[in-house]
C-alpha cells in the first residue's frame, strides 16, 4: 500500500495534521528527472541522522512473524510504522536523539527516549490513536497516558529538551 | 483445578475469567523477547521496556504462562518459557498483581485466567487496562526468571 493509500485509508485529508508531507520524497537524492528540460533539479534537504536509523528499525519491525513475543502478537502493520515515521518527521529535529523503537502485542509500536532525565513513550495503537507519557527526573508532575490524535505538538515541547 | 470448565463464548473461543489456579502466591511468567529491550541513558544501560507488561483491553489480553501448570505437567519453567528466540522471562505473583490494579470494585478489577493455545497449554492472559505507570511498577515487582545478560531491570522504589 503507499503512503497516498494510507493516507485515504486511514482518515479523509483534512483530518492529517501531523505534518508530514506524502507528496514530497524525503530520500537524500536529486529529483527532476522527469521534470522539462529547464526545470532546475530540486535538491531535497539531507536527512537528520535518526531518520535513516529509524526507517531501518521500522522496516524490520515490519517483517516479524506473527509470535515474536512468545505467544500470539501480530507484528507492526506497515500503517502503523508509516505512521510513526510521519510523527516523528513532524516533531523531531536534526539534532533530537533517535527514539528507542518496540513492538507492542497488540499490533502498534512504542517510541522512547531516556535521555536527559527524561523518560517519553509514545504508545501508538494504530495511525490516529496514540498516548503520551512522560516522567521527569526533577520532580514535575508526570504525563501519564495522555491521548493524542492527530496535534503531536505536545510530543515535540517535550522534544524541544532533547535536542 | 479439577472441576472447572473455561468459559468460552458461541465461537469457542476462552471468555475473560478468573481461574482458581491463579491466586495468591502462584506465579506468573512473561517472556521477555529481544524486542523489548531499550536503551537508557538515564540510568546507563539496556533495560526492559514498559512495553512489556502494557495492555490495552481494545487489543486483547496480556499474554503470560501459568507457572503452575507448567510444573504440574512435570516441566520445567526455565525450558518451557525460553528459546534462541526469547532469551529471558520475568516471574511474578498473581498477589503482587493484584497489588497493582488500581481497581476499586471487583467489576472493574483486572482477570487473570487460562486460555490454552495448541502449542502452549500454559498459556494464560491478564485481561484489563495496564498502564505505562503500572507496567513499570509489574516489572519493578518482578523478578527475573531467566535473565538476560546485559540487560537490567527496573527495581522497587524504596526498596519495597
Same mark, same amino acid.
Given at each position: 500500500?503507499?503512503? +497516498?493509500?494510507?493516507?485515504?485509508?486511514?482518515?479523509?485529508?483534512?483530518?492529517?495534521?501531523? @505534518?508530514?508531507?506524502?507528496?514530497?520524497?524525503?530520500?537524500?537524492?536529486? $529529483?527532476?528527472? @522527469?521534470?522539462?528540460?529547464?526545470?532546475?533539479?530540486?535538491?531535497?534537504? /539531507?536527512?537528520?541522522?535518526? +531518520?535513516? +536509523?529509524?526507517?531501518?528499525?521500522?522496516?524490520?519491525?515490519?517483517?516479524?512473524?506473527?509470535?515474536?513475543?512468545?505467544?500470539?502478537?501480530?507484528?507492526?502493520?506497515? /500503517? &502503523?510504522?508509516?505512521?510513526?515515521?510521519?510523527?516523528?518527521?513532524?516533531?523531531?529535529?536534526?539534532?533530537?536523539?533517535?527514539?528507542? $523503537? &518496540?513492538?507492542?502485542? @497488540?499490533?502498534?509500536? +512504542?517510541?522512547?527516549?531516556?535521555?536527559?532525565?527524561?523518560? &517519553?513513550? /509514545?504508545? $501508538?495503537?494504530?495511525?490516529?490513536?496514540?498516548?503520551?507519557?512522560?516522567?521527569?527526573?526533577?520532580?514535575?508532575?508526570?504525563?501519564?497516558?495522555?491521548?493524542?490524535?492527530?496535534?503531536?505538538?505536545?510530543?515535540?515541547? &517535550? /522534544?524541544?529538551?532533547?535536542? | 483445578? *479439577?472441576?472447572?470448565?473455561?468459559?468460552?463464548?458461541? #465461537?469457542?473461543?476462552?471468555?475473560?475469567?478468573?481461574?482458581?489456579?491463579? !491466586?495468591? #502466591?502462584?506465579?506468573?511468567?512473561?517472556?521477555?523477547? %529481544?524486542?523489548?529491550?531499550?536503551?537508557?541513558?538515564?540510568?546507563?544501560?539496556?533495560?526492559?521496556?514498559?512495553?512489556?507488561?502494557?495492555? #490495552?483491553?481494545?487489543?486483547?489480553?496480556?499474554?503470560?504462562?501459568?507457572?503452575?501448570?507448567?510444573? #504440574?505437567?512435570? *516441566?520445567?519453567?526455565?525450558?518451557?518459557?525460553?528459546?534462541?528466540?526469547?532469551?529471558?522471562?520475568?516471574? !511474578?505473583?498473581?498477589?503482587?498483581?493484584?497489588?497493582?490494579?488500581?481497581?476499586?470494585?471487583?467489576?472493574?478489577?483486572?482477570?487473570?485466567?487460562?486460555?490454552?493455545?495448541?502449542?502452549?497449554?500454559?498459556? %494464560?492472559?491478564?485481561?484489563?487496562? !495496564?498502564? *505505562?505507570?503500572?507496567?513499570?511498577?509489574?516489572?519493578?515487582?518482578?523478578?527475573?526468571?531467566?535473565?538476560?545478560?546485559?540487560?537490567?531491570?527496573?527495581?522497587?522504589?524504596?526498596?519495597?
Amino acid at each position: 500500500m503507499s503512503l +497516498q493509500e494510507l493516507r485515504y485509508a486511514e482518515h479523509s485529508p483534512t483530518e492529517w495534521n501531523v @505534518g508530514f508531507d506524502w507528496s514530497a520524497d524525503h530520500s537524500n537524492t536529486t $529529483i527532476g528527472s @522527469g521534470a522539462p528540460a529547464r526545470a532546475a533539479p530540486i535538491r531535497m534537504p /539531507l536527512r537528520s541522522g535518526w +531518520q535513516a +536509523q529509524v526507517e531501518a528499525k521500522l522496516a524490520k519491525l515490519t517483517l516479524l512473524q506473527r509470535g515474536w513475543d512468545g505467544y500470539d502478537a501480530a507484528p507492526p502493520s506497515v /500503517l &502503523v510504522t508509516a505512521f510513526a515515521m510521519s510523527v516523528l518527521n513532524s516533531v523531531m529535529k536534526p539534532a533530537t536523539p533517535a527514539p528507542s $523503537i &518496540v513492538p507492542t502485542h @497488540g499490533g502498534g509500536v +512504542q517510541l522512547e527516549w531516556h535521555v536527559g532525565g527524561l523518560d &517519553v513513550e /509514545l504508545m $501508538i495503537y494504530r495511525p490516529f490513536e496514540a498516548e503520551l507519557s512522560v516522567e521527569f527526573s526533577d520532580g514535575q508532575p508526570a504525563v501519564e497516558e495522555r491521548p493524542l490524535t492527530t496535534s503531536f505538538d505536545s510530543l515535540g515541547e &517535550v /522534544l524541544e529538551k532533547l535536542a | 483445578m *479439577a472441576g472447572f470448565v473455561l468459559p468460552k463464548d458461541g #465461537d469457542g473461543e476462552v471468555t475473560p475469567h478468573n481461574h482458581p489456579d491463579l !491466586i495468591d #502466591d502462584r506465579r506468573l511468567i512473561r517472556r521477555i523477547s %529481544g524486542d523489548y529491550i531499550v536503551r537508557d541513558d538515564n540510568r546507563g544501560g539496556n533495560r526492559i521496556s514498559s512495553a512489556a507488561f502494557k495492555n #490495552d483491553p481494545r487489543r486483547g489480553y496480556l499474554s503470560v504462562d501459568s507457572e503452575k501448570c507448567i510444573t #504440574d505437567k512435570g *516441566a520445567d519453567p526455565v525450558a518451557w518459557v525460553t528459546s534462541p528466540q526469547w532469551r529471558g522471562a520475568l516471574v !511474578i505473583s498473581v498477589e503482587h498483581v493484584r497489588g497493582i490494579d488500581p481497581a476499586t470494585t471487583d467489576k472493574d478489577r483486572w482477570l487473570i485466567g487460562m486460555v490454552p493455545l495448541p502449542d502452549n497449554g500454559c498459556h %494464560g492472559a491478564i485481561w484489563g487496562k !495496564i498502564t *505505562a505507570g503500572q507496567s513499570n511498577d509489574l516489572q519493578r515487582l518482578s523478578d527475573w526468571l531467566v535473565p538476560i545478560p546485559g540487560v537490567e531491570k527496573l527495581i522497587p522504589v524504596n526498596g519495597e
